[in-house]
């Protein structure tokens, strides 16, 4: 579900921002952003879905209990259609526009928006959190699924850092090819979460 997290706009942030005028400053600004984010995000909707599940659990009813494995499948559902949907869009949003000359506070507001605000991210966020609570586990195992989120975004400044000038031609090409693929990714990665969500319904 991290890779369905970074895919679209939030990669290719990324990736601008390591063409901007301070590349490693915004870059480590954006992921603070990001991981700021992600932590809020996912600990919100793991704490409201532990309420609901217990409530749905005090009322001793198979049926309610199942209420958030159908909610998640739901929103899987719809985001699977959404990146579809979504997948042959070109227009960059204008923000774009605004990132080889970003500053820092541009950077961290625009990765702590768009991690938090995205309607991807927002349903993949949901569904980890509440995934957790319906099994009754801890808000720690969600670390993993933040890091590397976190990790992801960091590859392009990462790139920058092992590769030098090299990476002036490769980040562009993966630019590209990620605006045109990155939702067949992210089609897959739904999938997989579907079926192991309906698998632990049946």
Do not use: C
């Amino acid at each position: 579900m991290a890779i369905v997290m970074i895919a679209g706009p939030q990669i290719i942030s990324a990736i601008l921002l390591t063409m901007s005028v301070n590349p490693r400053r915004n870059s480590l600004s954006f992921i603070g952003g990001v991981a700021l984010a992600i932590t809020l995000g996912v600990t919100v909707f793991y704490v409201l879905a532990k309420e609901l599940h217990r409530g749905t659990r005090s009322s001793d009813t198979g049926a309610d209990d199942k209420i958030l494995d159908y909610l998640v499948i739901a929103l899987l559902i719809y985001l699977a259609i959404h990146v579809y949907r979504d997948r042959k869009r070109s227009e960059p949003p204008k923000w774009m526009g605004k990132l080889t000359t970003a500053s820092a506070g541009f950077s961290f507001k625009l990765g702590f928006l768009l991690f938090l605000l995205m309607p991807t991210d927002i349903i993949t966020m949901v569904a980890v959190g509440s995934t957790l609570a319906q099994r009754d586990e801890s808000w720690w195992l969600s670390l993993p699924f933040i890091l590397l989120t976190l990790l992801l975004v960091a590859l392009p400044l990462l790139t920058l850092l092992v590769m030098g000038k090299h990476a002036d031609a490769l980040l562009p090409k993966a630019r590209d090819w990620l605006k045109t693929n990155s939702w067949m990714v992210s089609e897959l990665v739904i999938l997989f979460f579907l079926v192991s969500t309906i698998n632990d319904i049946t």
